[in-house]
């Protein structure tokens, strides 16, 4: 068998960490020996445990990319483990207890696309890091193509990169009862179309152009209710906004949901109004397992995921208008929306299921 160690900073279960429980769920324990370090307390233990696989629980690495008392931490559990692969999560402790420890090969996903420090990306910054990144690692999996540009922006060799795109387990689909008293749950009538966006109320989220993209769809007489799930630092800022612009009867907050898969169900078209910092999101596979179409921004590996005219519309980013106008086509226009959404479940199932994501990662690690 094959020793296989991952390496993950999360305390909380973000989309890193559904990354990795997907895999758990999906992998080939006849080939795999595979345990997971985590920080003390992370929320990921419970459900790691769940799947039957060995945590191991590290001091100083809780939330942080690198610290030298989770070097040390690392550096111990390497020498114990002796993996033969080391698969870290944004882990740079590991990498560099890893590379300490000696023994192992040293892979890390990218899991997000964001803003490079202009330092990273020229000159003698960009010659450093491409030096780190060759020292301190092997390979490196990006989950889109919009990561893995991130990466070579700052000096890391394309040739180390595998883009290997997130995959997701089909959500279920429930039946129009279930359906029914979702909508009575969130206080959603019957005869109101549904626009969901899951995720984070965070900067580079762009909810408040979301928020901008109601008001639009409002005045163009189209009754439709905007879902906003999640919770974040902004929260407030937008709820404000909302109650700014008196949107209150359009706009719904959820706050956190521990489970989405009953909006997602009755959702008719589901938002991603981020900028400069999207990845391959998680949320938006998950609707296109139901089917469902989406607008959404440029950003990152949107454009990856939905096609435009295909199965939804991309927008440029930061405007509320474009993914006003998109929705109201989608609501207005039923062969398009059709068209979309059988094309939505047909590119789920072609490329990004989580079968085929476990599939692609375990023939990476075979090279290996």
């Not at 169900?265 to 989406?294: F, H, R, T, W």
Request: a positive charge; aromatic letters at 6%.
């Amino acid at each position: 068998m094959i020793k296989l160690l991952h390496v993950i900073t999360d305390t909380n279960i973000g989309g890193a960490g559904k990354y990795l429980l997907t895999y758990l769920k999906n992998c080939d324990r006849r080939t795999f020996d595979i345990s997971v370090v985590v920080p003390c307390e992370s929320r990921l233990i419970p459900k790691i445990e769940s799947l039957g696989f060995k945590v191991i629980q590290a001091q100083g690495i809780a939330d942080k990319s690198a610290s030298l008392k989770g070097i040390v931490s690392l550096y111990k559990i390497l020498k114990s483990e002796k993996p033969q692969i080391l698969h870290t999560h944004a882990s740079l402790s590991a990498r560099i207890a890893a590379r300490l420890a000696g023994g192992a090969k040293i892979i890390y996903t990218r899991h997000t696309v964001f803003p490079q420090k202009p330092f990273l990306t020229k000159g003698i910054g960009k010659w450093l890091n491409s030096k780190a990144a060759a020292a301190l690692s092997d390979k490196v999996i990006a989950v889109c193509k919009a990561a893995k540009k991130d990466l070579t922006d700052t000096g890391v060799p394309k040739e180390s990169i595998t883009v290997i795109y997130n995959g997701v387990d089909p959500q279920k689909i429930i039946s129009e009862e279930e359906k029914a008293s979702v909508r009575e749950k969130f206080g959603i009538s019957q005869d109101e179309k549904i626009v969901a966006a899951v995720a984070r109320i965070e900067p580079l989220k762009g909810h408040e152009y979301i928020i901008e993209a109601a008001e639009e769809v409002k005045k163009q007489g189209i009754r439709a209710r905007f879902v906003i799930a999640g919770s974040g630092s902004l929260e407030k800022r937008m709820r404000d906004l909302v109650k700014e612009k008196n949107l209150d009867d359009t706009v719904l907050f959820t706050g956190f949901l521990d489970d989405v898969s009953g909006l997602e169900n009755i959702m008719d078209v589901q938002v991603n109004s981020s900028y400069d910092s999207e990845a391959a999101s998680l949320s938006l596979l998950e609707g296109m397992s139901l089917g469902k179409p989406a607008v959404v921004s440029s950003s990152g590996g949107n454009g990856e995921l939905i096609q435009d005219g295909v199965n939804g519309f991309v927008v440029p980013q930061r405007d509320p208008k474009a993914m006003a106008q998109a929705i109201v086509r989608l609501f207005t226009d039923d062969e398009i929306y059709n068209d979309f959404s059988k094309n939505a479940k047909n590119i789920f199932e072609n490329n990004f299921t989580s079968k085929i994501m476990t599939e692609n990662m375990e023939k990476f690690y075979k090279t290996l």
